[in-house]
């Protein structure tokens, strides 16, 4: 074979080599779509669950991370987290408030704001950002306004860097304002990027768009035909969430403290104790994500501890009653929040300290009846007990008799023919009185 032979032979090769490389680059998948829902109140559980996803798709080179969101707000240091991983994030994030009716106030105004896309169902409204207190205290004047002017100037840094309305942003924290998905989209300049019925919508939508990253970088969105993969929460997760909503929280609360209190009232009982131990460990846990009433805690403990002294105090009911009103009213304030999903169900409060009065007045009942039970043992047990005559006895004539199955020695004041009835009036060491019944 000749060289030019050779050289046409190696350039046709190395031109198929070439072409089959572009079609195999050319029908390379282009990368996943990561979809997540969070419908709870922004936590720590959330906020890992989150993060984890969007640690996911940075691992897997996702093209997207689209989180579906519906929340009544949360927590500050939760919130801060999931955006700080937001804004490091290597795949684009977008938060589409959804579906129709959904909300995304407080904290999920934030997450929002500081998303690569932030989109929004009809009939959605994202606002109401005012920082509170997160155990329900009151604070100065003083120390609101720091709170507020902090979470403002959070937010503006956000919207700043994502090219979004600065001012209807601050408007949100310091004014507590809320805005419509035709407000937030119509803004100038807007506080969302597009309006989507449903995230089959949204993505359709993203298909080419070109989105600027918080770092000033810009990418171009390749989302058709992409593969959605769900990202559900663990178990571990799914769990901890659930027992993270307040009317579960007031429950495993609830049974703690009755648990507790029949073990300490019938000591060895040990399932109440175990029971009553680890709903409360759930509960504490469940508490501290919640904006707790120390009041209203406190109330609760003190209902708890009036029930118990009515089992040990006369009180003819007053102890009872007032330990009821202290668990209403307690329970009532446990949580506080104006927001309607963190607050406390009169449906679920009312039946839980009917239950727990009921208890306690059964626990009442027995120890009243436990001291109205003549003793079984010992002298006492023996005095009033019922016998028979074994043997004559007499006035300084001791006889024998038999009571419990026992045989005794008996004396009398009187004279008592054997196989009489006869009744224990005392008893001297182990010689018993009796009398003829």
């Given at each position: 074979?000749?060289?030019?032979?050779?050289?046409?032979?190696?350039?046709?090769?190395?031109?198929?080599?070439?072409?089959?490389?572009?079609?195999?680059?050319?029908?390379?998948?282009?990368?996943?779509?990561?979809?997540?829902?969070?419908?709870?109140?922004?936590?720590?559980?959330?906020?890992?669950?989150?993060?984890?996803?969007?640690?996911?798709?940075?691992?897997?080179?996702?093209?997207?991370?689209?989180?579906?969101?519906?929340?009544?707000?949360?927590?500050?240091?939760?919130?801060?987290?999931?955006?700080?991983?937001?804004?490091?994030?290597?795949?684009?994030?977008?938060?589409?408030?959804?579906?129709?009716?959904?909300?995304?106030?407080?904290?999920?105004?934030?997450?929002?704001?500081?998303?690569?896309?932030?989109?929004?169902?009809?009939?959605?409204?994202?606002?109401?950002?005012?920082?509170?207190?997160?155990?329900?205290?009151?604070?100065?004047?003083?120390?609101?306004?720091?709170?507020?002017?902090?979470?403002?100037?959070?937010?503006?840094?956000?919207?700043?860097?994502?090219?979004?309305?600065?001012?209807?942003?601050?408007?949100?924290?310091?004014?507590?304002?809320?805005?419509?998905?035709?407000?937030?989209?119509?803004?100038?300049?807007?506080?969302?990027?597009?309006?989507?019925?449903?995230?089959?919508?949204?993505?359709?939508?993203?298909?080419?768009?070109?989105?600027?990253?918080?770092?000033?970088?810009?990418?171009?969105?390749?989302?058709?035909?992409?593969?959605?993969?769900?990202?559900?929460?663990?178990?571990?997760?799914?769990?901890?969430?659930?027992?993270?909503?307040?009317?579960?929280?007031?429950?495993?609360?609830?049974?703690?403290?009755?648990?507790?209190?029949?073990?300490?009232?019938?000591?060895?009982?040990?399932?109440?104790?175990?029971?009553?131990?680890?709903?409360?460990?759930?509960?504490?846990?469940?508490?501290?994500?919640?904006?707790?009433?120390?009041?209203?805690?406190?109330?609760?403990?003190?209902?708890?501890?009036?029930?118990?002294?009515?089992?040990?105090?006369?009180?003819?009911?007053?102890?009872?009653?007032?330990?009821?009103?202290?668990?209403?009213?307690?329970?009532?304030?446990?949580?506080?929040?104006?927001?309607?999903?963190?607050?406390?169900?009169?449906?679920?409060?009312?039946?839980?300290?009917?239950?727990?009065?009921?208890?306690?007045?059964?626990?009442?009942?027995l120890a009243v009846s436990a001291r109205r039970l003549r003793p079984t043992t010992g002298e006492e047990g023996m005095i009033g007990a019922a016998g028979v005559a074994l043997t004559p006895v007499a006035p300084g004539s001791p006889g024998r008799i038999t009571t419990h199955g026992e045989s005794w020695q008996a004396v009398a004041d009187e004279a008592i023919p054997e196989g009489a009835p006869v009744r224990v009036v005392a008893v001297n060491g182990l010689t018993l009185s009796v009398r003829k019944e």
């Amino acid at each position: 074979m000749s060289d030019r032979t050779r050289t046409r032979v190696a350039g046709a090769a190395l031109a198929a080599l070439l072409l089959t490389f572009g079609a195999a680059h050319a029908a390379a998948p282009t990368g996943a779509i990561y979809a997540a829902r969070v419908d709870s109140i922004i936590h720590p559980v959330s906020a890992e669950y989150m993060i984890e996803t969007i640690d996911r798709a940075d691992r897997e080179g996702g093209a997207l991370v689209v989180f579906t969101l519906e929340t009544p707000g949360g927590l500050v240091d939760s919130t801060r987290a999931i955006v700080t991983r937001m804004l490091a994030a290597k795949t684009p994030v977008a938060v589409f408030v959804g579906p129709a009716g959904a909300r995304a106030a407080s904290a999920g105004f934030i997450l929002t704001i500081a998303a690569d896309i932030a989109a929004m169902a009809p009939g959605t409204h994202i606002g109401a950002a005012h920082p509170v207190s997160a155990n329900g205290e009151k604070v100065d004047e003083v120390m609101a306004k720091k709170s507020a002017e902090d979470i403002a100037a959070y937010v503006r840094t956000l919207a700043n860097g994502r090219h979004r309305n600065v001012d209807l942003a601050q408007q949100a924290v310091n004014d507590s304002r809320a805005f419509t998905e035709q407000e937030a989209l119509t803004a100038s300049p807007p506080l969302i990027d597009l309006l989507a019925s449903d995230v089959t919508d949204l993505i359709q939508k993203l298909d080419g768009r070109s989105v600027r990253r918080f770092d000033g970088t810009a990418s171009t969105l390749k989302t058709a035909g992409a593969d959605v993969i769900s990202i559900e929460m663990g178990l571990r997760q799914r769990v901890l969430s659930a027992i993270a909503h307040p009317n579960i929280a007031y429950l495993l609360l609830s049974l703690g403290m009755l648990g507790i209190t029949v073990e300490l009232w019938s000591p060895g009982a040990v399932a109440p104790g175990v029971v009553g131990a680890v709903s409360l460990l759930l509960a504490f846990f469940s508490l501290q994500l919640l904006p707790v009433n120390y009041a209203g805690l406190l109330l609760i403990l003190l209902g708890m501890v009036l029930l118990i002294l009515e089992i040990k105090v006369t009180s003819y009911g007053l102890l009872t009653i007032g330990g009821a009103a202290s668990l209403i009213f307690g329970s009532m304030i446990l949580v506080d929040s104006s927001a309607p999903e963190l607050q406390l169900n009169l449906r679920i409060i009312l039946p839980v300290v009917a239950g727990i009065v009921a208890v306690a007045a059964l626990l009442v009942r027995l120890a009243v009846s436990a001291r109205r039970l003549r003793p079984t043992t010992g002298e006492e047990g023996m005095i009033g007990a019922a016998g028979v005559a074994l043997t004559p006895v007499a006035p300084g004539s001791p006889g024998r008799i038999t009571t419990h199955g026992e045989s005794w020695q008996a004396v009398a004041d009187e004279a008592i023919p054997e196989g009489a009835p006869v009744r224990v009036v005392a008893v001297n060491g182990l010689t018993l009185s009796v009398r003829k019944e």
